[in-house]
């Protein structure tokens, strides 16, 4: 009996929906987060009668044909790229993005990782780093004596040296954008990394056309939006309790053959 095995698939599917649903709702509060989506597609299908094949030797041919479907499998998951609210942090090197774009982080490995994270700090050193201590690229360095320290929208880092009045000009944070954003591979620690369907980035300075500008003392939250998960988890868990009753009946029609005289 097919139906035990198709409302296999549909309870294996709404599975998975919920697991993406629950791990949106975990990172609610996650810093530069964006939301994903599960798609689904449906399986093979079985023919009984091929759709156009000929019902007779004088050529007429059947207008429908019969075929069976075997159920439905998970086709992708989809990241989101919806701009998250921006957040007041009033932390000096705490930077949000307003549009497209992504800050290049240098990894131990030597590596380029890509995030919306801009929870920022200073290094031992002077160099703006991650919360992970990773190199913000181009690896701008803030001098010790620097008693102020502005990134303004076109991420150009000024700082206010002891004793001087005029700013001065220490560096330049660039943003890499994508041909498919969704392409991009998540690592964990709010890391992207490049890969063959992201396509290569290109970098350029926020404000330049295709690109977003920067926000000195914000972050960027969460995309998630609460109300629509929950609606999205009971949707699913109604899809699952009735591909769960389909099990049901197929197995109550099998006892009722088992029982037959």
């Known amino acids: 009996m097919r139906s035990l095995d198709i409302a296999a698939t549909g309870m294996q599917a709404q599975q998975t929906n919920v697991e993406v649903i629950s791990n949106n709702i975990a990172n609610m509060s996650t810093t530069g ?19 156009g094949s000929n019902s007779s030797d004088s050529g007429s041919v059947v207008p429908a ?9 998970t086709a992708a998951i989809y990241r989101i790229s919806e701009q998250g609210n921006l957040s007041q942090t ?5 930077l949000a993005i307003r549009g497209n774009g992504y800050f290049q982080i240098t990894l131990p490995s030597g590596d380029t990782a890509y995030t919306r994270d801009g929870t920022f700090g200073l290094s031992s050193d002077g160099q703006i780093v991650t919360s992970d201590g990773f190199v913000v690229q181009p ?3 803030i001098p010790s004596n620097a008693t102020a320290v502005t990134i303004n929208s ?5 700082v206010t040296l002891d004793g001087q009045t005029n700013p001065t000009t220490v560096g330049q944070i660039q ?9 991009l591979e998540a690592h964990g620690n709010n890391l992207l990394t490049q890969s063959a369907a992201s396509g290569s980035p290109t970098a350029g300075n926020p404000g330049a056309i295709g690109y977003g500008t920067m926000m000195q003392g914000y972050v960027e939250t969460s995309n998630v939006n609460v109300v629509t998960e929950i609606t999205s988890l009971i949707s699913a868990q109604r899809a699952y309790e009735m591909n769960s009753r ?9 006892s009722t053959l088992t029982n037959m005289h």
């Open 65 to 73: 044909g019969a075929q069976i479907g075997l159920g439905v499998q």
């Open 246 to 254: 389909v099990i049901t009946t197929s197995d109550q029609m099998l």
């Open 154 to 158: 076109s991420g150009e880092v000024q």
């Open 175 to 183: 943003l890499a954008v994508f041909p498919n954003e969704a392409g």
């Open 33 to 51: 987060y964006k939301r994903r989506r599960a798609e689904f597609q449906d399986l093979i299908y079985q023919n009984l009668r091929r759709v």
């Open 90 to 94: 009033s932390n000096t090197f705490d």
């Open 139 to 141: 690896g701008v360095t």
